[in-house]
């Protein structure tokens, strides 16, 4: 079975700029989450989804930030106007509820905002 | 505060011995998952636990949901056990099944 995919692996940018995160989770998973993990801390959750909708999305910087899910399988995650503060690792994870919501995590994308 | 109070931060252990990591939550939390990140940068999933304990290889972990608390032994520590460990905990309360992690422990092996 595959695993979460993300890309890319690596964005560099400089502020201002704008990038967008891809993520294809777990075959049959219908709840999906992003993260943002900046450097030495751990993961903090930014928004999630079940199938298309959005369940919680009270962590995500609205006004530069912006996630979607439109048929409830693959999300893209985009940062408007970056600022260096945004410089960390944005993670996706997948779960699917037969029994346990237990995650698992993609590879992650690692950006760096000059 | 923090709801995952995660210790030690930083651990350094020889091969061949073990020791434990621990987790207080300041919520009543629903489960709880121990990951590896290893030096990529991946989280590997180590264990999910909703109660009692779980062994794997050179790990157990359990969890006490009343007295708020998870704990991660290694015991037989090998090079490749080296990176950050996270725990993370789904609080009780509604549809939320959302993961708050604590601030990890680096664990160093060394020779």
């Known amino acids: 079975e595959a695993g979460v995919t993300q890309s890319p692996r690596y964005a560099v940018l400089q502020e201002g700029q704008a990038v967008s995160f891809w993520c294809d989770p777990i075959?049959?998973?219908?709840?999906l989450y992003w993260y943002q993990q900046p450097r030495d801390q751990g993961p903090q959750l930014l928004v999630y989804f079940r199938d298309e909708a959005v369940i919680d999305n009270s962590q995500l910087p609205s006004d530069r930030f912006s996630a979607v899910r439109p048929k409830g399988t693959n999300s893209t995650l985009k940062i408007q106007s970056a600022k260096q503060g945004d410089t960390a690792t944005y993670l996706c994870a997948s779960s699917f509820p037969g029994g346990s919501y237990e995650q698992y995590f993609g590879p992650g994308t690692r950006l760096t905002v000059l | 505060g923090d709801q995952v109070e995660q210790s030690p931060s930083a651990l350094s252990l020889h091969e061949g011995t073990g020791s434990a990591l621990r987790c207080n939550f300041t919520t009543t939390m629903r489960a709880v998952q121990w990951f590896q990140q290893n030096s990529r940068g991946s989280l590997i999933n180590l264990f999910y636990l909703a109660s009692g304990t779980k062994e794997n290889g050179r790990l157990k972990s359990t969890f006490n949901s009343k007295e708020s608390y998870s704990t991660l032994h290694i015991r037989d520590a090998q090079l490749e056990d080296s990176g950050t460990y996270f725990c993370?905990?789904?609080?009780?309360?509604?549809?939320?099944?959302?993961?708050?992690f604590g601030k990890g422990t680096l664990l160093t092996v060394t020779p």
């Open positions: 993370a905990a789904e609080a009780i309360g509604g549809s939320n099944y959302k993961l708050t």
């Open positions: 075959s049959g998973h219908d709840t």
